[in-house]
């Protein structure tokens, strides 16, 4: 394990040429960039005031001030980015990203899957192999290709995607909007005077508007073209049809191979619609979410073992051994500890995602068929991962460093307090000394008294 400490202004320019392992990011109210290599002598940075440059041939865990601009070049594995303010470019990442919380967007190919929310800017997407997920967006929306499904909800400016080749969920695009899917298309939308919104679906489409909508509608399909609103109930079979809602101040149109319905849904209706449309993704993204909150919570137990680590090897690095053998045993001990932690963090991880796959099969076994007037929420908070017992062979190494005067018992406990998975803290703390006895008080004098005594 290796860490680098620099310190910077809040708004530094930090770019990641490459990282073979896993990128962790967080921004931070601090004004220094601290970083955490997976292995020892992986990290290679340069600093030329505030601009810096890093390059790692292992896993990095970083903390940079929240208004940094950051740009990464390659990583070989997956990605997060949380909390920072700047701009966020990313160019290749092999695996899954997730960024949350952060300035303007853009990201070259995501070999995984792509979660991106509370964007504070324009959000530039080339290609995702997997999944994306794209929510609460201030600016415009574009994305050139998605592999597989594509759900996108509360985009503020303008939405465009020139191909999904699974199934396209929209909602609540404010502006304009332009999408190919070659699968079925959801969309929820409530116009905006002058908006144009263009769909083209080789499946089905299925868009629902609020009944006050003022719209011109001009419809395609090779199938059945169903059409609800308050004025008009009809079925076209096949060809197109065009008709108009209110003043017709926006314009939608949609192609379909299949089927097309449209509905002009009063506020009850809206509400049943929001919840299908959220239950569906939430059933999708759960094992998603639960994977990230564990990660989170993993993340800060290793920072705090990380930190107990680097104070044991400073304490056996300034320590005076007989022989060179002590104090090489004794970095290969601090090593061995290490690696057992980062294994027992993949495998909570592993099962954390299988409880969460498990959570969501039973969900559709219990929801099939039912109706729809109830509501469905996960608490994430009852599926966090129990960490596994101290193993007898890290108990004995720990109190054989006891033993040797190298560690105190109170680091001890701490030890092994985080081995069992317990945060910072419920670490034991020292018992509160005893609260000293009191002096007693001095008897009070006999009172004078004038009346003499019978």
């Excluded at 990641?16 to 992986?42: C, F, H, M, N, Y």
């Excluded at 199934?167 to 929820?188: H, W």
């Excluded at 004098?445 to 019978?454: A, I, R, V």
Aim: hydrophobic share 35%.
């Amino acid at each position: 394990m290796e860490r680098l400490q620099y310190q910077t202004s809040y708004t530094p320019e930090i770019v990641v040429k490459q990282s073979s392992g896993p990128l962790r990011v967080r921004g931070w109210d601090q004004t220094e960039i601290r970083i955490d290599a997976d292995a020892d002598d992986a990290v290679v940075a340069q600093a030329e005031g505030d601009s810096f440059e890093i390059s790692s041939k292992s896993g990095l865990l970083m903390r940079i001030p929240t208004g940094s601009n950051l740009s990464v070049g390659k990583v070989s594995s997956d990605a997060t980015v949380k909390s920072v303010e700047g701009e966020v470019s990313f160019t290749e990442v092999t695996g899954n990203l997730v960024v949350k919380n952060i300035g303007h967007f853009t990201v070259g190919t995501v070999r995984g899957n792509l979660n991106a929310k509370q964007v504070e800017g324009g959000v530039e997407i080339g290609q995702v192999n997997g999944n994306a997920s794209i929510t609460q967006v201030e600016e415009d929306l574009a994305i050139s290709r998605v592999n597989g499904n594509l759900t996108v909800r509360d985009v503020e400016g303008q939405f465009s995607v020139e191909e999904v080749k699974g199934n396209l969920k929209a909602r609540q695009v404010a502006d304009s909007a332009r999408a190919v899917a070659r699968g079925n298309i959801e969309l929820r939308i409530e116009p905006e005077p002058g908006a144009t919104y263009e769909m083209e679906a080789k499946g089905n489409i299925d868009c629902r508007v609020s009944a006050a909508s003022d719209l011109q509608a001009e419809f395609q399909a090779r199938g059945n073209i169903d059409i609800q609103t308050p004025e008009m109930s009809k079925i076209v079979q096949g060809g197109s049809f065009e008709f108009a809602l209110g003043n017709a101040d926006a314009r939608l149109s949609l192609q379909a191979s299949g089927d097309i319905r449209f509905k002009a849904m009063d506020k009850a209706e809206d509400d049943d619609f929001d919840f299908d449309f959220d239950f569906g993704e939430d059933i999708a993204n759960l094992a998603e979410e639960i994977s990230v909150q564990v990660s989170e919570q993993l993340e800060e137990q290793m920072e705090a073992l990380n930190e107990q680590l680097n104070e044991l090897t400073e304490h056996f690095n300034t320590t005076t051994f007989s022989t060179e053998a002590a104090a090489r045993n004794a970095e290969r001990r601090v090593y061995d500890v290490q690696r057992q932690i980062e294994r027992k963090i993949e495998a909570t991880k592993r099962r954390a995602e299988h409880q969460a796959r498990l959570a969501a099969q039973r969900a559709r076994r219990h929801t099939k068929g039912k109706g729809r007037n109830f509501s469905f929420s996960f608490d994430t908070d009852k599926m966090k991962p129990k960490s596994d017992p101290v193993t007898d062979a890290e108990r004995q190494m720990v109190l054989q460093m006891v033993q040797d005067k190298k560690i105190s018992i109170d680091e001890a406990e701490s030890l092994l307090a985080a081995l069992e998975g317990r945060p910072p803290e419920d670490f034991p703390q020292p018992p509160e000394p005893p609260e000293p006895p009191m002096a007693p008080e001095p008897p009070e004098p006999p009172m004078d008294s004038e009346e003499p005594l019978e």
